[in-house]
């Protein structure tokens, strides 16, 4: 939303305001208040197929505070369901694809119906009831043209993270794109991405010292894989370096694309944490899952990041097709074999985009085009598919438990992070995050608020909320 903000305002003479109600702390009245407050022609809403109850409420408070104000929807669902969505009657147009160009070109025509059919990435309905869709709107491969996101129409003091050295917090793109096909992801068969594109080292120094100038001293750099290319990561720490910027960063990374010499320049830079998609614990497994890599690789990628003294997070994914009680004990010994400082389990969901997912409807393993039939008639109370092949929703919840309580509640562990704590901000949310997992049960509902509510302390809820898988 904020990269749409300062690209728009940049390109057109139109101006924008920003409402994050999240952390907020608003309902949907609050939210209806506040929208009533303002004079606004456009509102432009992020969907993702898992938040559309969210965003159907949010678009029927903008509609009884704004009757006249077009609702537009960016982000993964509408490119996946486009029919189902426009036919929602809260909502007037879509935008698929990278939105900045294309968004600036709907402000531009959006009150003359006889241009909408330029309009790249739209969708919309004729007053006969048919559905014009003009395909996936074009980026563009020089990311630096697309400018910084507009931090300044926000309180950045709202934002924090568990992870956080500081009490202030930011997220950062270095680049789009992902090369690596994971079953799991739906990276691989969207339409929406074009290739792996990076911004300019010079360009990412200057937004750091943009984030320094509003008080803003750390960023959790949220690219698919930040260490694709080594050559580009290098040329960023020597612009940083040579900038003489002090900023704490941390990145997301496939254990293929590390070594020590390139970790180590990234600490000299500043980056104080990895975070390695490892997904299971032994080679069987990521074979199955195409994660291109195996078990020792593995090793040696955090052997590494130990090395350079970053600090090491672990993801990994329990229950996927052909997965096995041992298969799953691997990967809890694995976890705990690497020694992070974090680790972050789920329960596979086959999301919609996915290869798995297809498959799972191909073999019957999974009954139902489940999200389609959601994506048509989202209704509270709808639980996320699991892949119910070996194991039941139960047993994959009393696992999830199990994983968590078995790395997180060794005494030495706890010794050891306890040691680490550097303030007591950061004490106190550690503090919270050890009694939610130390309340996990089984018998909760592993998708229900609860639940989310001790990931979310665990790592940054945009983890699973950006790109599903």
């Not at 409420?57 to 006249?68: D, G, I, L």
């Not at 195409?290 to 990994?316: C, H, I, M, P, W």
């Not at 992070?417 to 303030?423: E, F």
Request: hydrophobic fraction near 40%.
């Amino acid at each position: 939303m904020l990269c749409l903000a300062s690209y728009l305002e940049a390109n057109s003479p139109h101006t924008v305001e920003v409402i994050d109600a999240q952390p907020e702390g608003w309902d949907y009245d609050a939210l209806q208040r506040q929208i009533e407050q303002r004079d606004f022609d456009v509102c432009g809403v992020t969907a993702m197929t898992f938040t559309l109850i969210d965003v159907i409420k949010t678009c029927e408070a903008v509609r009884r505070a704004n009757p006249s104000a077009k609702i537009v929807l960016g982000g993964p669902h509408v490119h996946l369901f486009p029919d189902e969505t426009i036919r929602r009657p809260e909502v007037d147009f879509l935008i698929q694809g990278e939105g900045e160009i294309a968004f600036v070109e709907f402000m531009d025509k959006y009150q003359r119906p006889d241009q909408w059919e330029t309009i790249p990435g739209i969708v919309f309905q004729r007053a006969d009831g048919a559905i014009v869709n003009k395909g996936i709107a074009a980026s563009t491969d020089d990311l630096d043209l697309l400018g910084f996101p507009a931090r300044d129409k926000l309180d950045v003091s709202m934002y924090t993270s568990l992870l956080g050295r500081s009490n202030v917090v930011t997220t950062m793109f270095t680049s789009r794109g992902c090369p690596f096909r994971c079953t799991f992801c739906d990276r691989p068969n969207s339409p929406v991405i074009s290739g792996f594109r990076w911004r300019s080292a010079q360009h990412i120094a200057e937004e750091m010292e943009q984030c320094l100038e509003l008080g803003i001293t750390e960023a959790f750099i949220y690219d698919d894989t930040f260490t694709v290319r080594k050559d580009r990561v290098h040329e960023l720490c020597d612009e940083i370096i040579a900038r003489g910027i002090d900023f704490k960063w941390d990145v997301r990374a496939h254990v293929n694309t590390v070594n020590t010499d390139l970790l180590k320049h990234m600490a000299e830079a500043g980056c104080d944490r990895i975070h390695f998609g490892v997904e299971s614990g032994n080679d069987r497994m990521m074979q199955k899952i195409r994660k291109n890599t195996n078990v020792e690789r593995v090793k040696a990628a955090f052997q590494s990041a130990k090395d350079a003294g970053l600090e090491r997070l672990a993801y990994f994914i329990i229950g996927q097709q052909t997965e096995t009680a041992d298969d799953i004990n691997d990967t809890i010994a694995l976890a705990k074999a690497l020694r992070p400082d974090y680790v972050h389990f789920t329960i596979f969901c086959p999301y919609p985009g996915t290869e798995i997912y297809y498959n799972g409807l191909k073999e019957g393993v999974i009954k139902q085009d489940v999200w389609r039939q959601f994506a048509e008639n989202p209704q509270p109370g709808f639980e996320l598919p699991v892949w119910e092949e070996n194991f039941t929703r139960q047993e994959l919840r009393e696992m999830l438990v199990k994983c968590y309580k078995s790395f997180y509640l060794r005494p030495h562990y706890m010794l050891r992070k306890a040691l680490d704590i550097r303030s007591t901000g950061e004490l106190m949310r550690k503090f919270k995050a050890g009694m939610s997992v130390i309340g996990m049960t089984p018998n909760q509902t592993v998708y229900s608020d609860e639940i989310v509510e001790h990931v979310n302390k665990i790592v940054p809820k945009a983890q699973y909320d950006v790109y599903p898988g």
